[in-house]
């Protein structure tokens, strides 16, 4: 048995999915805000398919770290699973199997056919990798679902990421999308008001960076890391910002540090108390443990570049 209780609009958002599958193999989306509870959606959706089809359910996740995050809320359907993915484990034992993309790419279309449906974590990202394996795994079984989750439905080059929404009208701001429907939305705004989430505080020290001569790298959708480099060259700016958010955080029980580069998240970790701070980035060792160690409240602030973003989740962090 489930140990847990969904949400009303978590529940609704399962009703409405389960009911679309049912009767259409068309791809759909549920635009689901951050901190509305993806993870416990995708685990719950997946106990009704395996147990309505008794076939596999495949949940298709972008990194280990959303890999391991989703296997803590599939724990709690009470229904075996497996992880396939290089830096966990790659088994395919059990019937709800999730997995990482690039370790799941290479038995899609060998195995494409066991499986009911696809949960798609973090749908936005419609790479060629997620593509093919999607490919792959029709050629096999036609009637595939795929089902997207996501906060953010939208792509800077192409606009959103269905054709149709949860009115079902038309969508213009978008080019060739990949999933046919929106299905479901719970905005943030939704989660402030009902009391799920607690309301945004926008609030600048007088010490703050000039981002004036910031430059855009059209390419990449961001800015240029020149001029990131340039805007954090004295050093003094950041530690007084430094000061200024400790102060403003003595009362909270978890704060997440967002940087720009390793160097200023380096910058920003030595300036913060010795014991209470971990730091992530891409070169850094024992990620796994940092996470975890911030999540158990053994550390306050978790410094990082491009790591605690897309689907992290940490309820405590206020």
Excluded at 281 to 301: C, E, L, M, P, W
Aim: include cysteine.
């Amino acid at each position: 048995m489930p140990n847990y209780t969904l949400r009303d609009y978590q529940q609704e958002a399962v009703d409405i999915a389960i009911d679309w599958m049912k009767k259409n193999s068309d791809s759909a989306v549920l635009e689901l805000s951050g901190g509305a509870g993806k993870s416990i959606i995708i685990a719950e959706i997946a106990r009704i398919l395996y147990n309505m089809t008794g076939k596999r359910i495949l949940c298709l996740v972008p990194s280990k770290t959303l890999a391991e995050q989703n296997g803590e809320k599939m724990a709690l359907t009470g229904e075996k699973f497996s992880f396939y993915s290089a830096s966990i484990a790659k088994s395919l034992r059990h019937k709800i199997v999730i997995a990482t993309e690039g370790t799941f790419k290479s038995v899609a279309k060998k195995h494409g056919s066991e499986f009911a449906a696809v949960l798609v974590d973090e749908a936005d990202r419609v790479t060629a990798t997620f593509k093919q394996i999607i490919e792959d795994m029709r050629e096999q079984n036609p009637l595939l679902r795929v089902l997207g989750l996501t906060g953010t439905p939208f792509r800077l080059q192409t606009g959103y990421i269905y054709e149709l929404d949860d009115k079902n009208r038309i969508v213009k701001d978008t080019v060739d999308p990949y999933y046919k429907k929106l299905l479901y939305r719970v905005t943030c705004n939704d989660l402030i008001e009902r009391g799920f989430l607690t309301p945004i505080q926008v609030g600048v020290t007088q010490e703050h960076y000039d981002t004036s001569n910031l430059k855009i790298d059209v390419k990449n959708e961001s800015f240029t890391q020149k001029s990131l480099n340039e805007m954090l060259a004295d050093g003094n700016v950041t530690q007084k910002i430094v000061a200024d958010f400790i102060i403003k955080t003595r009362d909270k029980k978890g704060v997440m540090v967002f940087c720009t580069s390793i160097k200023h998240a380096e910058e920003v970790f030595a300036m913060l108390p010795d014991g209470e701070a971990g730091l992530l980035h891409g070169k850094t060792d024992n990620q796994s443990k940092t996470v975890k160690d911030f999540k158990a409240q053994r550390i306050k602030y978790l410094v990082n570049v491009d790591m605690a973003t897309v689907g992290f989740d940490a309820p405590h962090v206020d």
